[in-house]
């Protein structure tokens, strides 16, 4: 049974489509939701709010079923603008993107590169094979690592933070929000394993090239969707539903900032700055180069802060009483 705290919001509070509106979440505010007349928007929409649901499934399913965000965004709405084929691929496309951005945007490109600072980062010995000891000395050295740099457990689900409340997760007042910290953590150390024995954190001779091609990037990928279905996780996850942000779908970003760790008492390790950053990389306009607004345009960038800043997608946009419908 789930322990959840009645003040936590899940997918059960979401309801894509209330009174014939949904939210649109680009512009913050709702819209009708007219399939008959503009179906090529309604499809827009509705592609935009289902991947802003599957980010709070993906944190415990690694993928993305329709039967995960069905109490959200009932089958029966989605018909109205797309064939189930149409969805079926929508939903691949979902899939393969998360699994971009988590295995290699965030484990291989950010976090494993990290740890390749460290000196005692496992080496590879060419022609020799892994014995059961040497890979389960590896997985100590995983461990190792995520307890002594707890932060990159929050790398990990950063494309996830515009949809999950990922600090309750960490805060673990409940046993169902402790299973979800300890659950991210295995996740890491497993997924850290499987890419090294997989060579992706090694860098072939081209500008980028990640080891093993496309075939171990697959073997990630369907690794990484098994470990849900796994034991001891599959019975320790059921029923545990992950919590959603008061901000849900808002464009949230995790923060980046770096601060030094230290793995060993005597060894510091030098902090390490990621391939992308929370701000995108790009760097500030001087202001002889910003660009005028109109006094119209100013007033609605002050009424998207405002939004924001009062959670544009809240409780009074998003969220209802579990079990009701408005």
Same mark, same amino acid.
């Given at each position: 049974m789930?322990?959840l705290?009645?003040?936590?919001?899940?997918?059960?509070?979401?309801?894509?489509?209330?009174?014939?509106?949904i939210w649109?979440?680009?512009a913050?505010k709702?819209?009708r939701?007219?399939p008959?007349n503009?179906?090529?928007?309604?499809?827009?929409?509705i592609?935009?709010?289902a991947?802003?649901?599957?980010? &709070? =499934?993906? *944190?415990?399913?690694?993928?993305c079923?329709? $039967?995960?965000?069905?109490?959200?965004? %009932?089958?029966e709405?989605? /018909?109205?603008?797309?064939?189930?084929?149409?969805?079926?691929?929508?939903?691949?496309?979902?899939?393969?993107?998360?699994?971009?951005?988590?295995l290699?945007?965030k484990l291989?490109?950010?976090i494993?590169?990290?740890w390749?600072l460290?000196e005692?980062y496992p080496?590879?010995?060419p022609?020799?094979a892994?014995?059961?000891?040497?890979?389960e000395?590896r997985?100590?050295?995983w461990?190792?690592f995520?307890?002594?740099?707890?932060?990159m457990?929050r790398?990990? &689900? =950063?494309? *996830?933070?515009?949809?999950i409340?990922?600090? $309750?997760?960490?805060?673990a007042?409940? %046993?169902?929000?402790?299973? /979800?910290r300890?659950?991210?953590?295995?996740?890491?150390?497993?997924?850290?394993?499987k890419?090294?024995s997989?060579?992706?954190?090694?860098?072939g001779?081209?500008?980028?090239?990640?080891g093993?091609?496309?075939?171990s990037?697959f073997?990630l990928?369907?690794?990484w969707e098994?470990?849900?279905?796994q034991?001891?996780w599959?019975?320790?996850?059921?029923?545990?539903?992950v919590?959603?942000?008061?901000?849900?779908?808002?464009?949230?970003?995790?923060?980046?900032?770096?601060?030094?760790?230290?793995?060993d008492?005597?060894?510091?390790?030098?902090?390490?700055?990621?391939?992308?950053?929370s701000?995108?990389?790009?760097?500030?306009?001087k202001?002889s180069?910003?660009?005028?607004?109109t006094?119209?345009?100013?007033?609605?960038?002050?009424?998207?802060?405002?939004l924001?800043?009062?959670?544009?997608?809240?409780?009074?946009?998003?969220?209802?009483?579990?079990?009701?419908r408005?």
């Amino acid at each position: 049974m789930s322990s959840l705290s009645q003040s936590m919001s899940t997918l059960k509070n979401v309801h894509a489509i209330v009174d014939g509106k949904i939210w649109d979440f680009p512009a913050m505010k709702f819209t009708r939701f007219d399939p008959v007349n503009d179906r090529e928007r309604c499809q827009i929409l509705i592609s935009q709010y289902a991947k802003k649901l599957f980010k &709070v =499934a993906y *944190l415990t399913t690694h993928t993305c079923r329709q $039967e995960d965000i069905e109490c959200s965004l %009932p089958m029966e709405n989605v /018909l109205e603008v797309f064939s189930p084929e149409e969805w079926i691929q929508k939903l691949k496309a979902i899939k393969k993107e998360l699994h971009r951005d988590v295995l290699t945007g965030k484990l291989v490109d950010e976090i494993m590169a990290r740890w390749q600072l460290y000196e005692d980062y496992p080496k590879r010995q060419p022609g020799e094979a892994e014995s059961r000891e040497k890979i389960e000395a590896r997985m100590k050295t995983w461990e190792r690592f995520t307890d002594k740099d707890p932060e990159m457990t929050r790398w990990l &689900v =950063a494309p *996830l933070a515009e949809s999950i409340d990922y600090d $309750e997760i960490l805060r673990a007042e409940t %046993p169902d929000m402790a299973t /979800l910290r300890e659950w991210t953590r295995s996740c890491l150390v497993a997924a850290a394993e499987k890419a090294f024995s997989l060579q992706r954190d090694v860098r072939g001779l081209e500008l980028g090239k990640r080891g093993g091609g496309h075939q171990s990037a697959f073997a990630l990928n369907r690794e990484w969707e098994d470990l849900p279905n796994q034991e001891p996780w599959k019975s320790r996850l059921l029923g545990v539903l992950v919590p959603i942000n008061s901000d849900f779908g808002g464009g949230k970003r995790t923060s980046m900032t770096i601060i030094p760790t230290t793995l060993d008492d005597d060894d510091s390790v030098a902090p390490y700055t990621p391939r992308k950053t929370s701000g995108g990389g790009k760097s500030r306009s001087k202001p002889s180069e910003k660009i005028q607004k109109t006094e119209d345009e100013l007033k609605k960038e002050s009424e998207r802060r405002k939004l924001r800043r009062t959670g544009g997608v809240t409780a009074s946009n998003i969220f209802f009483p579990i079990n009701t419908r408005i």
